[in-house]
DNA sequence: GTAAATTTTAAGCTTCATCTCAGGCTGCTT
DNA sequence: AAGCAGCCTGAGATGAAGCTTAAAATTTAC
């Protein structure tokens, strides 16, 4: 999950980078609105927080824009205003929440789990095989087995579950898991399918991950096409 | 925790169960009062939510036949009347808080939290091996040993024990234990897990807190997975 | 007002997740 | 069948995260 915050408070986007990269969301940073608006339409976000009174262009034009270009990534908005005609303005411009500041971590993921929800849902349950996985609580069970994964072990396993059925190449890896986005010759992904197979062997889940050589890799449900 | 919403309009009712799913609790439903007395008698419910206005038996009627059953079970009541005589009526039937349609969800979940907390503390039912702990009275026991805490200690404790099997992040931590919302590097945790550590293991209940590197700690239930 | 207890900060140390690299292996292509 | 590109994997470097301790700062108790 990677998700785009535009703040120019660096104290408050400091801290929201580091929690929800507690929470395993690859997270990028941009203080001010115009640098936001690019980095939001020239990279494939599965969220926006967006600041309202951010400098270069402000949040509420940063969210119209992002619309104008036929974007439908959720938005989350922060404001310190409260007054109704503020989120109804902003709710209007595109918006898909908002939330006052100061706010409770635990009310932002909430809200953020929310507006994920639609997309996690379509995606249907984490789940492959007898292999079940737990976001919230970083959990991975082979069966009635729990099995220990390190971030960016789980971080890979998530995506590639959650992508289930589906081919993932190495480079949309590499964007969504390990957040680069310029084109290097790394062999890390490769390691840590390494690491990954040897633990779901060990549990019992081998062969879950297969090779599409030349192109990613794929995780299938068994018993589907 | 598992809640039961007793509730006629299925829009509503679909709304709670899918916020309350997504913040851990489990969630029947009932969709008129008769069956949904049934369910409350025959399960064991941590709480109930009933709309006031629903058919077959009104909202009044299962408060006090609960209640007639010798059930404590908190309930929590819906209602879209607020004179005050419908809420002195509602609590005089057993009722233990009430909520004014229409209502914020946020509110419904800091009151569900706060019938819960009470439930907690009356149950006394915090641990975790042969680890006991009294919310009330600020004791710690390990089998027939007491330990004692310092706040700060015991607050850490408690987090970590109510939310026993489930990873506990850092920034939860810090919001929950030391209501810090902004600031990431500090090493308190660090710290304190190792004062607790350290006066566990004194007390024969050593390896209780787990650490999960780059995210934070647990205490695991020993036998359960 | 002082002493004790508690909380927090800071710093050195240890461990382990992450990543690079190199050599070996696999399976396409011709 | 040989060559080659892509993939696998073990070993090791690096650095960040966590642990521990001591001491400073703060609160509480007497």
Redesign the interface.
């Known amino acids: 999950m990677r998700l785009l915050i535009i703040e120019d408070e660096p104290?408050?986007a400091?801290?929201l980078k580091?929690?929800l990269e507690?929470?395993y969301f690859a997270v990028d940073l941009a203080y001010d609105g115009k640098s936001g608006l690019d980095m939001a339409l020239t990279n494939d976000y599965d969220l926006l927080i967006v600041d309202w009174m951010i400098p270069a262009l402000s949040g509420i034009e940063v969210c119209r824009q992002v619309r104008k270009a036929g974007s439908l990534v959720p938005i989350l908005f922060l404001t310190a205003k409260d007054t109704l005609e503020d989120v109804v303005f902003g709710l209007d411009a595109g918006a898909n929440d908002y939330i006052k500041k100061?706010?409770?971590?635990?009310?932002l993921l909430?809200r953020i789990?929310?507006q994920l929800?639609a997309k996690n849902k379509a995606d249907d349950s984490l789940s492959a095989g007898s292999l079940n996985i737990n976001p919230?609580?970083?959990?991975v069970?082979a069966g009635?087995?729990?099995i220990t994964l390190?971030?960016k072990e789980f971080a890979l396993l998530e995506y590639l579950i959650r992508n289930k059925d589906r081919v993932c190449t190495r480079s949309r890896i590499i964007e969504h898991v390990w957040d680069i986005h310029f084109d290097s010759d790394t062999s890390v992904i490769d390691v840590y399918i390494t690491f990954l197979r040897r633990k779901l062997e060990a549990a019992g889940c081998g062969n879950l991950i297969q090779t599409i050589r030349g192109v990613g890799y794929i995780v299938r449900e068994p018993g589907m096409l």
Request: charged share 30%; with cysteine.
């Open positions: 104290g408050i400091g801290f580091d929690g507690e929470e100061p706010f409770e971590f635990e009310e909430a789990r929310v929800r919230a609580t970083h959990q069970f009635s087995c729990e390190t971030p």
